[in-house]
């Protein structure tokens, strides 16, 4: 029998975790759910005119749902169907670019924290200490008011809040990689420091950041919703799923599918992303690929 | 080291926690917001300002005003609230039974159903019971809080009432009405267990038929989180080799899950049902707000509408501090729990 080559190895990996994934319904219905709604927030404006769906039509509003709208129309005669649609631009983007940022934060934070130790470790550890002492909710809230009432605003308050989960995960990944002979090896052949970090220790720590990071994103769609649904999103004529959905709540008895199908939305997209975290986690995790 | 010894510890190093917390909510308070905002208005005449920012201390040193924000703190003066018109402090201490009833009756009803189900959900792995146990879970991780209430609300409260059929009330505390007519006493602050002291029944049932809704939505979202955890740790028990063990002794099944798995698996279910504790307590901002329930979390969203900084930043501090001494006090069951735990 020839020996594999490397690229053998890892083309095999990569189709024992597809095939890992694909045994499992749920994932694949994960993986469909999130392909979707990045399908639409990619090509939302060119499925339906932005223009159209947010003119305001006071003798049309609040139709119930009917075959010319599938969703029925707010408040202000706009169709729901139309603005969910456009929608899934603002809550995919805020889900990503906070968890993405958050991530960055984290894992260059945490590497120098776990890396360099001593002083640099105590001090960092001490700062996250103090982030990680708020109930995320609030404290986002609270940074979200000070700053006053904006998309960019609600995502700079919800990165200042969840860096520093990151951080810690990472700070424990790069510890448990620094004592191993590759990065003496490294140090020995008088590598940089940065490049040890970024270009040795960071591919082997990097996998249950992704997982835990993928499930996240879930998570953080969830809370600037909510964040949105009490106030503090982008402008009111935005058509950001929570804010549609405090819309919806002021006419609630005479227009439920106001508020309801921009929730249910927002529970399909955050449960994609769960399900494509669970999948991942299930493919990662050496225990379970026996 | 001895337990209490690790307590002293555990709480000593909170000191520069505490500390890093009131210098953030100090540097949102006073740096990036214009402290002026609650004292100040349209109508108040200008030459008043300066004597206003000498009260208040605005005119010295930042770290001055960071020692004033710290005895202010200490010695409970945390400012005015706009919103409910009273001194901050007062309003928060006036609403935080009603939110205490709702993370209670919350948490209860987390524990009594989470934990059954994460048991099951293990015992029965992969299996259809387990399969549908764990959409159910993952579906309350997904869930947004507001939506699950407010369809909640229009379910049970309005399209159950105009359907003849026996409906749950959709917000506030207690019927006022109700209420006047049979009044109860401030003792505890807590709705049902006053009613329940001075046994005043027809309130007691009025108030819990009013809590229903509103803790249903949130133990609903932690039932998620609790399910899992159960289910990851009772499997992961269930593999060890003490439970092989046991079994080949011949023990009956149900006495090895139920005497010796179970006992280990919830040591991480106590960890993280303290964690959820402390957050419920800490106010649940939007189910209080969307069930008009006047907890401090409603109050907090109030505040937010009228720009009302102090009532938020008081209300983020206390949140902070309630949240923080529930971890302590977790963190030191856990170690009486688990000896295994070196600290």
């Known amino acids: 029998m020839s020996r594999r080559t490397g690229r053998e190895l890892f083309l095999m990996d990569v189709r024992y975790s597809l095939w890992l994934i694909s045994r499992n319904k749920l994932v694949v219905s994960g993986f469909v759910l999130v392909a979707f709604f990045i399908f639409l927030a990619i090509f939302g404006p060119l499925i339906v005119?932005?223009?159209?769906?947010?003119?305001?039509?006071?003798p049309n509003q609040l139709k119930p749902p009917s075959w010319q709208h599938p969703f029925g129309t707010d408040d202000i005669g706009r169709d729901l169907l139309s603005l969910i649609i456009l929608g899934a631009r603002y809550d995919l983007m805020i889900a990503i670019v906070v968890i993405a940022s958050s991530l960055l934060i984290g894992i260059v934070l945490g590497s120098i924290s776990g890396y360099f130790g001593g002083v640099i470790d105590e001090a960092m550890m001490r700062i996250t200490d103090i982030f990680l002492a708020f109930p995320g909710l609030i404290l986002a809230m609270a940074i979200a008011t000070v700053l006053g009432r904006s998309f960019t605003n609600l995502m700079l308050a919800l990165i200042v809040v969840w860096w520093s989960g990151y951080a810690r995960i990472m700070r424990g990944q790069v510890i448990a990689e620094r004592e191993k002979p590759y990065v003496a090896a490294a140090k020995i052949l008088s590598i940089p420091n940065y490049r040890i970090i970024f270009r040795h220790i960071l591919p082997n720590a990097i996998y249950p950041m992704l997982v835990v990071a993928t499930m996240d994103i879930g998570g953080a769609m969830l809370t600037a919703a909510g964040l949105s649904f009490i106030g503090l999103g982008p402008s009111p004529f935005e058509p950001e799923w929570g804010q549609l959905c405090s819309r919806g709540a002021t006419y609630l008895f005479q227009a439920p599918w106001i508020m309801f199908f921009p929730g249910i939305t927002i529970l399909f997209a955050s449960l994609g992303f769960n399900l494509v975290g669970d999948g991942l986690r299930d493919v990662l995790d050496p225990r379970l690929r026996r | 080291?001895?337990?209490?010894?690790?307590?002293?510890?555990?709480?000593?190093?909170?000191?520069p926690v505490l500390i890093g917390v009131t210098i953030l909510t100090f540097y949102l308070s006073r740096i990036v917001l214009n402290p002026l905002?609650?004292?100040?208005?349209?109508?108040?005449?200008?030459?008043?300002?300066?004597?206003?920012?000498?009260?208040?201390?605005?005119d010295k040193p930042f770290y001055v005003q960071y020692a004033y924000y710290l005895r202010d703190l200490v010695t409970m003066?945390?400012?005015?609230?706009?919103?409910?018109h009273m001194p901050v402090l007062e309003a928060l201490m006036y609403r935080f039974p009603a939110t205490v009833e709702l993370a209670v009756t919350a948490f209860l009803i987390t524990i009594a159903l989470g934990i059954p189900l994460g048991i099951l959900s293990a015992l029965k792995n992969n299996t259809l019971i387990d399969h549908i146990i764990r959409i159910i879970a993952l579906t309350g991780i997904s869930i947004p809080v507001f939506w699950l209430g407010l369809t909640l609300q229009y379910t049970f409260s309005y399209w159950f009432k105009t359907n003849g059929l026996p409906s749950l009330p959709s917000s506030g505390r207690v019927d006022p009405v109700l209420l006047q007519a049979h009044p109860v006493n401030r003792i505890t602050g807590l709705m049902i267990l006053d009613s329940l002291i001075q046994g005043n029944f027809i309130v007691a049932l009025d108030a819990i038929s009013h809590i229903i809704l509103p803790s249903i939505t949130l133990a609903f979202l932690d039932i998620g989180t609790i399910t899992r955890v159960v289910r990851s740790s009772m499997l992961e028990v269930l593999r060890q080799d003490y439970i092989t063990t046991a079994r080949a002794y011949g023990l009956p099944r149900r006495i090895v899950i139920y005497k010796y798995a179970l006992k280990n698996a919830m040591i991480p279910v106590a960890t993280i049902s303290g964690l959820m504790f402390g957050g419920l307590l800490g106010g649940a901002v939007i189910t209080e707000t969307i069930f008009a329930f006047p907890g401090m979390g409603q109050l907090t969203v109030m505040a937010i509408t009228f720009n009302d900084s102090n009532t938020i930043l008081a209300f983020t501090v206390l949140a902070c501090f309630i949240y923080?001494?529930?971890?302590?006090?977790?963190?030191?069951?856990?170690?009486?729990?688990?000896p295994r735990i070196k600290y």
């Open chain 2, 37 to 58: 905002g609650a004292y100040v208005t349209e109508r108040t005449p200008p030459e008043l300002i300066p004597a206003i920012e000498k009260k208040l201390g605005l």
């Open chain 2, 324 to 338: 923080v001494f529930v971890n302590l006090a977790v963190d030191i069951i856990y170690a009486w729990l688990d």
């Open chain 1, 49 to 58: 005119n932005p223009e159209i769906a947010q003119r305001v039509d006071y």
């Open chain 2, 1 to 15: 080291m001895k337990l209490y010894e690790y307590a002293i510890r555990r709480t000593l190093l909170l000191v």
């Open chain 2, 77 to 84: 003066d945390w400012g005015w609230s706009k919103v409910a």
